[in-house]
């Protein structure tokens, strides 16, 4: 087995002590030009590599960032971190991701800073461990019904503007009865899709309004119970792989519009993952789309164009917003000017699964 170089063997070899080769591996204090260049030129001769550890100790630095994410079952965070990672890489950092972590183990985690998967976590981080424990973070913030964690800087998506553009998207084509199936209770103060829909759409439905609104939650349905909140914290013991997925919502959702036999001509589901599950259960009972229902979603993940037909989602380009997060929290780690607050612009995606109504 061979043994492994050390820095003193270098300064052995050179004929200087180990702290002046110390400095020039780190590029850091003075050392004469020409002994710093012959330094690592046996360096490299020596295959010379530094212990990651040892490196991180030194530079009090380890060049990592951490996605709190629980909830990988949605693309939409994949997509998120896949951006994380590109801003990561142009500035020599490693992007990490952990679905299962308590705050009680960032304290353990050789990481730079943190990037939280909602506000709803970045709440409760500021509240408890953010308090004392003063690691850089900064949050996705998607406006549910929370003041984003003074402290903590936050990139958000507003979901009521989004909601809002979805509905006008579908009454400049026509449709007026527009049924909307949620993740959350109606009575759900946090979600805002579910809040503006039904501010937007109490007036055209009347008291028919909680009949649009598909709400998984309600027995027999619900097969999950969960907290009426978004991005709750699990407990260790449980698995994200035993959780419901929003494919299985969306599913539901789609058993609700057939037994309540509405005439909605369009529905906006929760996002892309859950109206896969919605569409593929309509289809199966023989409904065609957009012929027979129009569907506008959420996220504009990669995958909702493998569905046909292509679904129009309104999304705020979450590569993009994953992209500009981690750019957020370097920039913190690096003591640079930064907003404390943005807003990431959204946009509705073109697709097949709208039809016009005249």
């Given at each position: 087995?061979?043994?492994?170089?050390?820095?003193?063997?270098?300064?052995?070899?050179?004929?200087?002590?180990?702290?002046?080769?110390?400095?020039?591996?780190?590029?850091?204090?003075?050392?004469?030009?020409?002994?710093?260049?012959?330094?690592?030129?046996?360096?490299?001769?020596?295959?010379?590599?530094?212990?990651?550890?040892?490196?991180?100790?030194?530079?009090?630095?380890?060049?990592?960032?951490?996605?709190?994410?629980?909830?990988?079952?949605?693309?939409?965070?994949?997509?998120?971190?896949?951006?994380?990672?590109?801003?990561?890489?142009?500035?020599?950092?490693?992007?990490?991701?952990?679905?299962?972590?308590?705050?009680?183990?960032?304290?353990?985690?050789?990481?730079?800073?943190?990037?939280?998967?909602?506000?709803?976590?970045?709440?409760?981080?500021?509240?408890?461990?953010?308090?004392?424990?003063?690691?850089?973070?900064?949050?996705?913030?998607?406006?549910?019904?929370?003041?984003?964690?003074?402290?903590?800087?936050?990139?958000?998506?507003?979901?009521?503007?989004?909601?809002?553009?979805?509905?006008?998207?579908?009454?400049?084509?026509?449709?007026?009865?527009?049924?909307?199936?949620?993740?959350?209770?109606?009575?759900?103060?946090?979600?805002?899709?579910?809040?503006?829909?039904?501010?937007?759409?109490?007036?055209?439905?009347?008291?028919?309004?909680?009949?649009?609104?598909?709400?998984?939650?309600?027995?027999?349905?619900?097969?999950?119970?969960?907290?009426?909140?978004?991005?709750?914290?699990?407990?260790?013991?449980?698995?994200?792989?035993?959780?419901?997925?929003?494919?299985?919502?969306?599913?539901?959702?789609?058993?609700?519009?057939?037994?309540?036999?509405?005439?909605?001509?369009?529905?906006?589901?929760f996002n892309d993952e859950y109206t896969i599950g919605f569409v593929t259960e309509l289809e199966r009972s023989g409904m065609r789309i957009p012929e027979?229902?129009?569907?506008?979603?959420?996220?504009?993940?990669?995958?909702?164009?493998?569905?046909?037909?292509?679904?129009?989602?309104?999304?705020?380009?979450?590569?993009?917003?994953?992209?500009?997060?981690?750019?957020?929290?370097?920039?913190?780690?690096?003591?640079?000017?930064?907003?404390?607050?943005?807003?990431?612009?959204?946009?509705?995606?073109?697709?097949?699964?709208?039809?016009?109504?005249?």
């Amino acid at each position: 087995m061979e043994k492994k170089v050390t820095r003193k063997d270098i300064a052995d070899i050179v004929g200087t002590t180990v702290s002046v080769v110390s400095r020039a591996l780190n590029n850091s204090g003075y050392v004469d030009a020409e002994k710093k260049a012959n330094i690592l030129r046996v360096a490299e001769e020596l295959g010379y590599a530094r212990d990651p550890v040892t490196m991180s100790l030194e530079e009090k630095r380890t060049k990592q960032i951490l996605f709190y994410c629980k909830d990988l079952t949605n693309a939409f965070n994949i997509a998120l971190y896949y951006g994380m990672v590109k801003a990561a890489k142009g500035r020599g950092y490693m992007a990490l991701l952990n679905a299962n972590l308590k705050f009680e183990n960032i304290k353990e985690a050789m990481i730079d800073g943190i990037i939280l998967q909602n506000n709803y976590f970045a709440d409760k981080y500021a509240e408890t461990f953010g308090k004392n424990y003063h690691l850089p973070a900064v949050s996705a913030c998607f406006g549910a019904g929370r003041n984003p964690a003074a402290c903590i800087p936050v990139i958000e998506w507003d979901l009521n503007e989004a909601m809002e553009k979805g509905i006008n998207y579908l009454r400049k084509r026509g449709h007026k009865k527009i049924a909307f199936a949620g993740q959350y209770s109606i009575t759900s103060d946090t979600d805002n899709r579910g809040i503006t829909w039904r501010n937007m759409m109490a007036e055209v439905l009347g008291d028919r309004l909680k009949d649009y609104y598909l709400d998984v939650t309600l027995p027999p349905y619900s097969t999950l119970n969960a907290p009426d909140k978004p991005g709750y914290i699990i407990e260790e013991s449980d698995s994200v792989l035993n959780e419901e997925t929003y494919a299985d919502k969306g599913r539901i959702a789609a058993r609700i519009f057939l037994d309540r036999q509405l005439d909605a001509t369009a529905v906006i589901c929760f996002n892309d993952e859950y109206t896969i599950g919605f569409v593929t259960e309509l289809e199966r009972s023989g409904m065609r789309i957009p012929e027979d229902l129009s569907i506008v979603s959420f996220d504009g993940v990669v995958g909702r164009s493998k569905l046909y037909p292509e679904l129009v989602s309104i999304t705020p380009d979450p590569m993009d917003m994953g992209y500009r997060l981690a750019t957020l929290l370097l920039d913190r780690i690096e003591h640079k000017k930064i907003h404390y607050y943005a807003k990431q612009p959204c946009r509705i995606t073109p697709g097949d699964s709208v039809r016009d109504i005249r």
